[in-house]
């Protein structure tokens, strides 16, 4: 069931009841024209809730925090990576590696607890480390919604921070019983590190058949970051000379090459809807590593390191309507996905080494029943997923060991609606097993035979909305989230070249549990829409990374540890039309995540953010449709590194820096549309980052304990559609 665009007609003296409510809820935006009889015509968007939901709805209307990126909104925020992609929403930051790594970052947790799905499957990346981005392009997706706070109820283990599901090109039918073609063409290039994008994507839309595909290009060059001093040796009594970056100018091996692409077919008869889908996902880039042994000046030793990512995904799919109340949605999914890293010093073009040879095969089967009106219930879904996944590594190195990982689960989330209160509620019971086998691993360092860790987890959640009025809506809810620990963290051991460190596992880990509760107003009216959101997380066994002082050959070496955490945060967004020509906009997120032993901070935290941002849109000028000027502001506050995170060695460096400084950067964009006489306009737009080149480092930048944030960007993007 999908929400198309209507028209409601209203009236001033009418008193609307609990479907007026939400339809002015669903508005984002709206647009009103007055008729001659003084009634008044609302032309709503499509803006739906369809993963995070019992039933798709308004996000304003959730229990659960969601946003939903589509349409030109979502081509304007697209990146490279989908961490680039969504952290201009509240809550949500990215772990990067210049543009080609970026991970979601969500209330404070990454990494193995946020969920990535494709359209509402699980799907695994490798994502134990820090640069280990999904395997999912922008470009071949459709729209991406965003779960944030605890959401294990549909999708298990991992998504104890949010999730995040993309929503691939649609498989849909025509409604005239005549075909339709239509497609888009992309051509984009950027400056900094002189990244070339070519993508092409299109469907064909019949009664009964449709078809749909995808590919895109990526080829990009070094970064560059503004042009600062470097100082080796660092005057050992200049704090300020000892924070001086290792690298400047253009970094080398930070290159990389990526083709990415999306086939699929559908087919519509009398008993539903059918669809068949393959994605493949190519990526071959190098990663800068830090200066030898953290005391040499760069050349000294190796630099560079070179790795090849590879990830296929096949899925058959149903939609099979039983009655007016039920229908069943089988999916049957395959995925697999390599990971090759060679050794410290051996870049991308002396091809892979075998040092880190990771690969597993996935395999997925789902059954969920949605449901309308049934007996008390307004709508709701219950199912049954198995998941199995094998896994083996052939490397030198047992960054990770093979094994087997069994997750059986089920769960019903169920919707009831009471005049201006909604009501949503759900359970779920997983039994987990997971199987680290030496048999599977080529050099296995941290046991024999095998291991085993068995789980059996209970979450549950319970929220509801009330329209306080017709504009205002009071949200909340509380959810049980678990995440089962992984083969990586149970049993890593060898040097962790991205991070410049040696990490151990633990085979004692149990998984995490945690308790989420977020309270949420939510205001929408013609011209402006806002909301506040405070939220606490209490994660009991938390996994974490502790620094046992010890270093192997000149690295430090982590070892994995547990503590009960929690997390607590706000989140403030606001939009409003000013004028007729200009609107404003603004959001600001902050989290202060905690080690409740030790009351030190939790890794990888987001500095404090502020954005600001102004569009002017004055009319059509001549030739050129809908232009507009949009200046935005991100700033961030200083963040000082938590004991034993990632690139934390960089604080005691004799260079760079693993805390950041407080900084605010600029970015510029225009844009406007161009009549190509195909029935939909060409679009042409030029987007600046950081405008006036400022020195800075990002405190989720990977890069940031030996070199800078990436310079000025130029980024030139032409959108050619065609068909109709």
Known sequence: MRLRPVHMRWRSDAIPGTMGVLGLAMAAPLVLAQEADGVGVMALDEVVVEAGAPAPGSPLMQAAQIDVLQGEEKDRREGTTLGQTLDHLPGVDTVNAGNQAGKPVIRGLSGNRVRILSDGVGVDHQQFGTRHSPNIDPFLSERIEVVRGASSILYGSDALGGAVDVKPLPLTFSSDGSRHNRGEALLRHATNNN?????????????????????????????????????????????GKRRAPAYTGSLDYTDFEQTN?????????????????????????????????????PGQGPEG????????????????????????????????????????????????????????DQYTTRLEARHGQLAFLDAGRVGVE????????????????????????????????????????????????????SSKTAVPTSFSGSDKNDESVTSGSFGGSYALTNNLTLASNIGRGFRAPTLFELHADGV??????????????????????????????????????????????????????????????FRYRQTDAVLKGVELTARARVTETLELSTTYSAVDGENDQTGEDLPLQPADELLLEGTWTPGHWGWARDPHVRLGLRHNASRDAAP?????????????????????????????????????????????????????????????????????????????????
């Open 386 to 437: 198995y998941r199995t996944k094998q896994q083996v590594s052939r490397g030198t190195t047992q960054l990770t060991p093979g094994g087997r990982v069994n997750n059986l689960g089920v769960f019903a989330f169920e919707e009831r609606t009471l005049g201006r209160l909604t009501l949503q509620a759900g359970l779920r019971q997983d039994w987990i097993e997971t199987i680290a086998k």
């Open 261 to 297: 692409g999306q086939i699929g077919v559908g087919y519509r008869g009398d008993f539903g809807e059918l669809r068949l889908r393959y994605t493949g996902w190519r990526n071959e880039h190098n990663f800068l590593l830090p200066p030898p042994a953290g005391n040499k000046p």
């Open 496 to 557: 962790h070249a991205g991070v410049a460190a040696v990490q151990k596992g633990n085979p004692d880990l149990d998984a995490e549990k945690s308790l989420n509760m977020d309270l949420s107003l939510r205001w929408r009216s013609n011209r402006t829409s806002a909301s506040a959101t405070v939220y606490r997380n209490a994660i009991d066994d938390y996994i974490y990374l502790q620094d046992t002082g010890n270093t192997d050959n000149g690295l430090p070496v």
């Open 195 to 239: 990244q070339n994008d070519i993508g092409f994507k299109g469907t064909s839309e019949g009664d009964h058949w449709s078809f749909v595909g995808g590919i895109i290009h990526r080829d990009a060059g070094d970064i560059t970051v503004p042009d600062d001093r470097t100082f080796f040796p660092p005057p050992p009594s200049d704090a």
């Open 644 to 724: 034993g995170e990632p690139f934390s060695q960089f604080d005691n460096a004799p260079f760079g820096t693993a805390s950041t400084d407080a900084y605010t950067v600029a970015d510029l964009g225009v844009g406007f549309s161009v009549d190509g006489g195909t029935g939909a306009p060409m679009r042409f737009s030029l987007e600046v980052r950081n405008l006036t080149d400022k020195s800075y480092r990002d405190f989720l930048d990977t890069y940031k304990g030996y070199a800078l944030s990436p310079g000025r960007d130029v980024r030139m993007t032409v959108r050619v559609p065609f068909g109709g």
């Open 305 to 360: 390191v070179g790795q090849n990512l590879e990830n296929d995904e096949l899925r058959l799919d149903a939609t099979l309507p039983v009655n007016d109340t039920w229908t069943f949605e089988p999916t049957l999914a395959w995925q697999n996905n390599l990971r090759q890293s060679n050794a410290a010093g051996v870049p991308r073009d002396n091809l892979f080494d075998g040092t880190i040879d990771i690969e597993f």
